[in-house]
């Protein structure tokens, strides 16, 4: 199968496409023929040697994608040769083949073409772990999002707003910011020259990739027992100091997840608590992802470029046939 292999770590112009085997069916997983996958953040920290996959995952790039069912494992019901299907994976995405754990796999409603299922399980399975399950939000509550115009930002606007929530988004730009507010959030704050902790204060969840540097900040913003949830250090800080009296005062929770490296009864867990919560509005197409770009699997290179600039407005996906 064609794949895009790393040779060595280093920056987007290590990609290239080339022929890889394909990966063994499992008793427990579905062989799907991909038609599109999508970039991640993860995506790029693999690439440059900071993020290697769990012990067993696939070392090709690639946490999502969308096809169609060409093989079933001895252990899988649910599913038959020829089904759409999406699907959350640990690695192994930017390739024309992949081996999916049926529990992390859902059927494709026909409200989405391929390009759109493919931008919908890493972001929209993440803002649900987190937001939901996780941080427990409410309806009637307010939601801060940092980074409101990516992948995750977009997914979590839409899935809050279903939910009934008020949602209040950073982002560094006046036209993002424009954006997220036609995507339907409820305010936007240019954090390039507005504070967000005046715009937002009083938030009960704070959604949070930048990590340390945000960290008090964060605190300041949030409301009696309100609910922090970090899910990356795109900020590069690795350490913060934090005014624990504040902490306590408020009743904060400081909550940390990753989704990748959870083992796969656990993901499944997750995706089916998904598909319980908003699998209606899914299939309703009252869920779709927001799509910036979509270019062809051997222009990964330029799609890396893209997502490395943050210029882009939701997602950037791969057609892969």
């Not at 803002?127 to 941080?135: G, M, R």
């Not at 507010?181 to 305010?187: F, N, P």
């Not at 902790?197 to 027992?225: C, F, P, S």
């Not at 993901?267 to 699998?279: C, E």
Request: proline residues 5%; charged residues 20%.
């Amino acid at each position: 199968m064609r794949a895009i292999q790393i040779p060595h770590f280093g920056p987007p112009d290590v990609l290239r496409l080339g022929d890889e085997p394909s990966p063994p069916l499992t008793p427990d997983s579905i062989r799907i023929t991909v038609r599109a996958t999508s970039v991640n953040r993860a995506d790029l920290l693999q690439r440059e040697g900071h993020y290697p996959p769990p012990p067993g995952a696939s070392e090709i790039l690639g946490l999502e994608c969308a096809g169609v069912v060409a093989e079933i494992g001895a252990n899988v019901r649910g599913w038959k040769v020829g089904d759409r299907a999406m699907a959350l994976l640990p690695g192994g995405g930017y390739a024309e083949e992949v081996v999916a754990h049926a529990g992390s796999a859902m059927h494709v409603p026909d409200a989405l073409s391929d390009e759109e299922a493919a931008a919908i399980p890493e972001v929209f399975i993440t803002a649900f772990l987190t937001l939901f399950l996780l941080a427990h939000v409410r309806e009637g509550e307010t939601a801060l999002i940092h980074g409101g115009g990516s992948g995750i930002g977009t997914a979590s606007t839409t899935l809050l707003k279903l939910a009934g929530v008020r949602v209040i988004v950073t982002a560094g730009s006046a036209e993002k910011c424009a954006r997220c507010i036609a995507h339907g959030a409820d305010a936007a704050v240019n954090y390039r020259d507005e504070d967000f902790v005046e715009k937002a204060h009083g938030a009960n969840v704070i959604l949070d990739h930048v990590g340390a540097r945000y960290l008090q900040r964060d605190l300041e913003a949030l409301a009696l027992d309100g609910r922090i949830v970090f899910i990356g250090s795109m900020g590069g800080q690795r350490t913060a100091e934090i005014d624990t009296g504040m902490l306590l005062m408020k009743r904060a929770q400081i909550i940390g997840s990753t989704l990748r490296a959870r083992p796969a009864q656990e993901k499944a867990a997750i995706v089916t608590a998904f598909l319980d919560r908003f699998g209606a509005d899914l299939d309703a197409g009252r869920i779709h992802p927001v799509i910036d770009t979509i270019l062809p699997l051997e222009r990964a290179a330029d799609a890396h470029r893209a997502m490395d600039a943050s210029e882009h407005f939701g997602k950037i996906v791969l057609r892969v046939r």
